[in-house]
């Protein structure tokens, strides 16, 4: 079967300077994929590659089979692609409700829009029990499960999350992690999770890139990376 996603030799400039050299990676339907490395790696470029924020300058992505380099950001969105990037930004005065709604932008059907929205609260109970307030008075772990749930609002078929541990209470961490395998086991939701906590990352993933300075330095499954001798030193010590 033909991957959900795929990069073939990309390549990513900040003017000069590359992020990304000839990285070539998959995510198939129904998948875990975790994409680990130091910061400055080139993680997030991915992401932003995947989501037009910024032109490659070679190679070819695509989703389902068709090219999406070069299309605008809510083409993608209604393509099914959908991005909670670093440092979980909700709107801080809006409220939970509306938050999660904004993340609904794309979709006209207000039943099947109340449906998801249904659905979103009963996998963050957090945020029904805090429905009706502003989400910048919530600690960083629900604000992380909020711009998870409003990624959810737009019905994805692939989620990209970029750093969701980052900054995030240890008991919180091990919450969201449970929230991100159930929602790939239930809804069929693909994730591309980029993590600098590679313990985690592999721990719920089902294969793995690690990044070094902007090219894919080992992949394989997330079972074998976490015994590899060489995934222990370079980025599995001291953490956790
Ligand atoms: N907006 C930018 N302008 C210039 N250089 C950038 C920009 N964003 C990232 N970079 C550089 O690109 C490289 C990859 O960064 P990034 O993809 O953010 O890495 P990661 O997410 O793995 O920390 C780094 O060397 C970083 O300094
Ligand atoms: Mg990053």
Known sequence: MEPLLTFSGVELYYDQVYA??????EVNEGETVALIGANGAGKTSILRAITGLRKIRKGEIRFRGQRIDGRPPD????????MVPEGRRSFPLMSVKDNLLMGAFTRHDKA???????AVLTRFPRLRERYSQAAGTMSGGEQQMLVI????MSRPTLLLLDEPSLGIAP????DIARSIVAINRDEQVSVLLVEQNSRIALKISARAYALSTGAVALSGPSAELLNDERIK???L????
């Open 20 to 25: 990304l050299r000839n990285v070539s990676l």
């Open 75 to 82: 083409e993608l969105v209604k393509m099914g692609i959908a």
């Open 112 to 118: 099947e829009v109340a449906n998801t929205l249904e």
């Open 149 to 152: 749930g409003r990624a959810l």
């Open 171 to 174: 008991k919180l961490v091990q």
């Open 233 to 235: 030193t370079l980025y």
């Open 237 to 240: 010590g001291g953490e956790l």
